[in-house]
């Protein structure tokens, strides 16, 4: 198990592979030590850009 | 021979003179030549500060339209307003009507898709954002609004983001971009590229000043963090 990658595993915001480097025996149980990498996922704001482009909004009013 | 033609007495009956119509017909056309005009006032001179409080600002003009869903000019203005107050400048400019058209904008499209998620917002949900203290009564103040009006353009349309939010971040139609980039950092660990290295180079999370190190941690937190599910 040490020293072996995670698939892409998915948290609420980001994305992870995480790689477990140290297990230690503690009395309330096994505790990893982990590294790991996050991609975050793409917030409201930036889809937003994203649809405002492809979209095509009809704007009545204009300077 | 002389032949009579007779009118059927029930279509006689249901007859109208034509001269009865006119005035609902004037009466229409009237009204479509002012909402026209009101229209064109807005193509033609724009829609620059003194138009915000005239009696047109409460008048039905659209602004935008997606889909079947329609923003209009009193929202425009009312947003405006808000702007200008949070920039604490008295005279509305156009800098707050087009930070307000693209707030429109982008509302709209959460309205969207929020439909798309089958997301509401409760009256509970809103009012739990809602803090009244002296500075969100100035702001009220100056931005012409009650608390309704807050709730309306600040409070429901927040919690309405963060909902389809939470919605957005688990649908992989969206984080189609995401997908990719965590999948390219997982090719250059495969092609042999040290842990540390990648983590440190490419993780967005605060862990990459620590080379990507979580610590010691118990499988239930990492469970409970990473909600762990394989794609």
Same mark, same amino acid.
């Not at chain 1, 140290?22 to 649809?51: P, S």
């Given at each position: 198990?040490?020293g072996?990658l995670?698939e892409i595993?998915?948290a609420?915001?980001?994305f992870?592979?995480v790689?477990?480097?140290?297990?230690?025996n503690?009395?309330?149980?096994?505790?990893?030590?982990l590294?790991?990498?996050?991609?975050?996922k793409q917030?409201?704001?930036e889809i937003?850009?994203?649809?405002?482009e492809?979209?095509d909004m009809?704007?009545?009013?204009?300077? | 021979?002389t032949v009579?033609w007779h009118q059927?007495?029930?279509? $006689?009956?249901?007859a109208r003179?034509?001269l009865?119509?006119?005035?609902?017909v004037f009466?229409?056309?009237?009204l479509?030549?002012l909402?026209?005009?009101?229209?064109?006032?807005?193509?033609v001179?724009?829609?620059?500060?003194?138009?915000?409080?005239r009696w047109?600002?409460k008048?039905p003009?659209?602004?935008?339209?997606?889909?079947?869903?329609?923003?209009w000019?009193?929202?425009?203005?009312a947003l405006?307003?808000?702007?200008?107050a949070s920039?604490?400048?008295?005279?509305?400019?156009?800098d707050?009507f087009d930070?307000?058209?693209?707030?429109?904008?982008?509302r709209l499209?959460?309205?969207?898709?929020?439909?798309?998620?089958d997301?509401?917002?409760t009256?509970?949900?809103v009012?739990v954002e809602l803090?009244?203290?002296?500075?969100l009564?100035?702001f009220?103040?100056?931005?012409?609004w009650?608390?309704?009006a807050y709730?309306?353009?600040?409070l429901?349309?927040f919690?309405l983001s963060?909902?389809?939010?939470?919605?957005?971040m688990?649908?992989?139609?969206?984080?189609g971009?995401?997908?990719?980039?965590?999948?390219a950092?997982? $090719?250059?660990?495969e092609?042999?590229?040290?842990?540390e290295d990648?983590?440190?180079?490419?993780?967005?999370?605060?862990?990459a000043?620590?080379?990507?190190?979580?610590?010691?941690?118990?499988?239930?937190?990492v469970?409970?963090?990473?909600?762990?599910?394989?794609s």
């Amino acid at each position: 198990m040490l020293g072996l990658l995670s698939e892409i595993l998915e948290a609420s915001d980001a994305f992870w592979i995480v790689r477990v480097e140290d297990i230690a025996n503690e009395v309330d149980g096994d505790r990893y030590f982990l590294r790991g990498i996050a991609v975050k996922k793409q917030g409201i704001a930036e889809i937003v850009d994203q649809l405002i482009e492809e979209h095509d909004m009809v704007v009545f009013v204009r300077n | 021979m002389t032949v009579v033609w007779h009118q059927h007495p029930a279509a $006689a009956a249901s007859a109208r003179p034509p001269l009865r119509n006119l005035p609902f017909v004037f009466a229409f056309a009237l009204l479509g030549l002012l909402l026209l005009g009101a229209v064109g006032y807005f193509y033609v001179a724009g829609w620059e500060h003194p138009s915000a409080s005239r009696w047109y600002a409460k008048a039905p003009l659209p602004v935008a339209q997606l889909g079947a869903r329609t923003a209009w000019y009193s929202d425009l203005s009312a947003l405006a307003n808000g702007f200008a107050a949070s920039e604490g400048h008295q005279e509305l400019t156009e800098d707050d009507f087009d930070h307000a058209l693209d707030l429109v904008n982008r509302r709209l499209l959460i309205a969207r898709l929020a439909d798309e998620y089958d997301v509401e917002v409760t009256q509970d949900e809103v009012n739990v954002e809602l803090v009244e203290d002296d500075a969100l009564h100035e702001f009220l103040a100056e931005a012409k609004w009650d608390l309704d009006a807050y709730r309306e353009y600040v409070l429901e349309p927040f919690v309405l983001s963060q909902r389809v939010e939470e919605q957005l971040m688990m649908d992989r139609k969206y984080q189609g971009g995401a997908l990719e980039d965590i999948g390219a950092l997982q $090719a250059k660990l495969e092609l042999g590229i040290a842990f540390e290295d990648v983590a440190q180079q490419y993780s967005e999370d605060s862990s990459a000043q620590a080379k990507g190190s979580l610590g010691y941690v118990l499988p239930s937190e990492v469970d409970a963090g990473l909600a762990i599910r394989n794609s």
